[in-house]
């Protein structure tokens, strides 16, 4: 399956880019095939079609690419739901506390604790947290509780 991209919303919102352009490839390609059938000179015309063919070549590529986008996505859809019991002790060091990293924990809807990249880190998702949230479950310690 690969590794998860950084961000579920991002990669998603990479597919339909890669459509726009697929389609505007297309478009090119059979403009030129156009051209290539009113132009007169053969050696004009089989420059045409090459560039046609390179053209619907690139808007494949690109198809395939949104196509694996999707289906990777589709894949982590699918874990979310079939895996209802997501509590995991994630212990790393600190390289892996990246604020991206949460997020895409949180994306993947698994609860997590481990040590932050940075104490940044932790204030930046701190202030996030409604202070309804933190509940205080000991006099010197407070936790928020997520909710979803």
């Not at 589709?74 to 600190?94: E, K, M």
């Not at 932790?122 to 936790?143: D, G, M, T």
Request: aromatic share 8%; charged share 30%.
């Amino acid at each position: 399956m690969g590794s998860p991209p950084s961000s579920l919303a991002k990669y998603r919102a990479h597919i339909q880019p890669l459509l726009i352009q697929a389609k505007t490839l297309e478009d090119r390609a059979r403009k030129r095939e156009e051209e290539a059938f009113r132009a007169r000179k053969h050696k004009r015309r089989h420059i045409l079609e090459r560039r046609s063919k390179r053209l619907y070549v690139r808007a494949g590529l690109l198809q395939e690419e949104a196509d694996r986008t999707l289906k990777t996505s589709q894949s982590f859809d699918a874990l979310r739901q079939h895996n209802p019991r997501r509590g995991i002790l994630v212990r790393g060091d600190a390289g892996f506390g990246t604020i991206e990293d949460v997020m895409l924990l949180t994306e993947l809807g698994y609860d997590f604790l481990f040590k932050g990249y940075s104490p940044h880190t932790a204030r930046v998702l701190a202030k996030e947290v409604a202070e309804s949230q933190w509940v205080r479950f000991n006099p010197i310690l407070c936790v928020a509780t997520w909710h979803y």
